[in-house]
């Protein structure tokens, strides 16, 4: 393996007789003046003779074809192996054409690619195309993995790409991103799984409910699954969490409120004037409709009418309140304004919002625990707004006191996790989430709050936290529009990122600000699964079965069963089983049996016979 051609001091073309080359495998170039430099394959081509095909132009300049010729390559009867490679660090002058390449052993790699040992950081994957590297890898960093490959477990045979979480505290926040069926949400599973083996607080917010591990993969052994049993805990919005009245502030009730639906200035200052610090959901919510229903009867005579007309003191009581919440409100708060704010409460207290409170996650947390919220997307929007502030906020009073030398409650550094993240701080437009998400992107490193965000769609993602992204796990992506995103936000490469159509599903380029570079990966097989990944068609097919099961075992101890006998039959099961079944129905579900072959129908002058 030679250097050829027209050298920079950024990338050379390299040409070889014998070995072809592997597009992001090292290579190290024994320049005679500058010394050992390392390079990474970005573009590999084979030339053959039996292929008729101008090499000029369409392989490499003429530069590197004459190198070839003149170093002893006869390139009209060999098979060429050319690949073009961009040097990590670049050289002080070009590379001196002719210099040998050889393959690097693991120590001279082992700093560029081993950021952390494999039980302090997160074992997410290998190092595509290093196996020839791995023979004098040391112990420690064999038999981590298993990756899944071609429908079955394959052992590790390249070095393992180790996350250094602690890097996060200089390079934060991590974004997954890739289009349908890429491995994205199978990746975002594996950095979770490796989050609760190290005990880092963690929230999710699981609007698909699929980020269960409870549930192993078929490929794996059932106690494999068991050491995440007591790390990480489910919780529903309005089943199993939710927001204590009693401790909102009233910006805490304008965001839950905007999230239900968008307040207007009228609406805000409502909330201002009308909510009192600790009032319960009841006391608020008979306040604004006091003041409506004195509204309603639009002047103080009328209400002064309905007092003098109560028929009893309970009722004077309520109107002559009315009438106060009246004077001292009615200049201030629109009627429209107060109508407003009664249906977005209300609407949250009907989604079980205020039914709960916050403490099981905070308690998970503190013992480091993975804390699973779910609901749906605009449910997790609302109660993420108040979540997120309440918990950053502790956290970051916690760390001021310790700056300031005075006394708060110790809350511990969490991590926020979020599949689709672009709904959660949209471009273009504003969300209740999305000011807590873009404040902790800009200030919770400070304060060790971190987020990993995933999504589909990168270019619809707020493009203030995409910036702040230090990290880029780039699954396939097809779409031209997410591509160029990539590109302006990552060190990613105009060969890879032409390659990103055409990644295979778990094969990812990871661009980590830490190390430099981008790295090609495969992540590793995940060992829980999610409750989701039943075929549906597998599912229609089987719950069919099922039925047809359940319907035979039924009529087994009837047959055979004649046509003019049907409704002595049906009758007769209704009294067993409690089903009861159409005459019409009866007859379509034994014709679908006689279809399906499991029983036979005889046809006589009279009707028909089914055994």
């Known amino acids: 393996m030679k250097v050829v051609g027209i050298t920079t001091q950024q990338e050379v073309y390299v040409g070889s007789r014998d070995r072809n080359f592997r597009i992001n495998e090292f290579l190290i170039i024994s320049d005679p003046y500058q010394g050992d430099l390392m390079g990474e394959v970005v573009e590999a081509k084979t030339y053959n003779r ?91 960093y064999k038999d981590l993995l298993y990756t899944f490959e071609e429908g079955k477990l394959m052992e590790q045979r390249d070095i393992p790409y180790i996350f250094n979480i602690r890097d996060m505290h200089q390079y934060p926040h991590i974004g997954v991103f890739g289009g349908s069926g890429s491995g994205k949400s199978f990746g975002l599973r594996v950095i979770l799984e490796e989050l609760m083996k190290l005990s880092i607080p963690t929230i999710v917010l699981d609007p698909h409910f699929e980020m269960d591990f409870s549930e192993t993969e078929s490929y794996m052994t059932e106690e494999m699954a068991k050491i995440y049993e007591d790390k990480f805990k489910c919780l529903q919005v309005g089943f199993h969490t939710g927001v204590r009245f009693e401790d909102l502030s009233a910006q805490d009730i304008k965001n839950l ?33 006091m003041l409506t229903e004195a509204q309603e009867e639009g002047s103080l005579d009328r209400i002064d009418a309905r007092i003098a007309d109560a028929t009893s003191d309970l009722e004077r009581e309520g109107w002559q309140k009315r009438k106060e919440i009246y004077l001292s409100y009615d200049k201030t708060c629109p009627y429209s304004s107060v109508r407003g704010i009664i249906w977005r409460l209300h609407r949250l207290n009907n989604e ?63 991590i926020i996790v979020t599949d689709e993240a672009h709904n959660f701080a949209p471009k273009g437009y504003d969300s209740p989430s999305k000011s807590i998400l873009k404040e902790i992107s800009q200030e919770g490193r400070k304060y060790g709050s971190f987020l990993i965000l995933a999504t589909q769609r990168p270019t619809l993602l707020d493009e203030t936290i995409t910036a702040q992204l230090n990290t880029k796990f780039i699954f396939r992506t097809v779409r031209a529009s997410d591509i160029q995103t990539i590109k302006e936000e990552t060190d990613i490469t105009e060969e890879e990122s032409r390659r990103l159509p055409y990644l295979r599903t778990g094969d990812v380029f990871i661009s980590q600000a830490s190390m430099g570079r981008t790295i090609f990966s495969r992540i590793r097989a995940a060992i829980t699964t999610s409750p989701h990944t039943e075929n549906p068609f597998d ?44 005459i019409k129905f009866f007859e379509e579900k034994l014709d679908y049996l006689v279809e399906k072959g499991h029983i036979k129908k005889e046809k006589t002058p009279f009707f028909n016979v089914y055994r």
Not at 108 to 137: F, H, P, W, Y
Not at 266 to 278: C, E, G, P
Not at 385 to 409: E, G, I, S
Request: aromatic share 8%.
């Open 257 to 289: 409120l905007d999230a239900s639906g968008t307040l207007t200035d009228s609406m805000s200052n409502v909330v201002d004037i009308l909510f009192k610090r600790n009032d319960s959901y009841n006391s608020f919510s008979n306040r604004l409709k």
């Open 352 to 414: 079980g919002i205020f039914s709960k409170d916050i403490k099981p996650i905070e308690e998970g947390l503190h013992m480091g625990k993975l804390i699973v919220i779910q609901g749906s997307t605009r449910i997790l929007q609302v109660f993420s707004t108040y979540l997120l502030n309440n918990l950053y906020r502790k956290r970051r009073d916690y760390k001021d006191a310790l700056y300031k030398q005075t006394t708060a409650d110790y809350f511990p550094p969490f």
């Open 539 to 582: 599912e229609l097919k089987n719950k069919v079965e099922e039925e047809d099961g359940k319907f035979l075992e039924i009529i087994k101890d009837k047959l055979p069963i004649n046509g003019n006998d049907f409704l002595n039959v049906i009758k007769e099961i209704e009294e067993e089983t409690g089903l009861t079944y159409p």
């Open 50 to 140: 039996y292929i008729p095909l101008s090499i000029h132009g369409d392989l490499a300049d003429s530069s590197v074809i004459e190198s070839l010729k003149a170093i002893g390559y006869n390139i009209e009867e060999d098979t060429i192996y050319i690949a073009k490679i961009r040097l990590l660090n670049e050289a002080l002058y070009p590379i001196e054409t002719g210099s040998d390449i050889r393959i690097p052993s693991f120590q001279e790699v082992k700093d560029l690619m081993v950021q952390s040992r494999a039980e302090e950081g997160l074992v997410l994957g290998v190092i595509k195309n290093t196996d020839q590297m791995v023979e004098d890898m040391e112990e420690q």
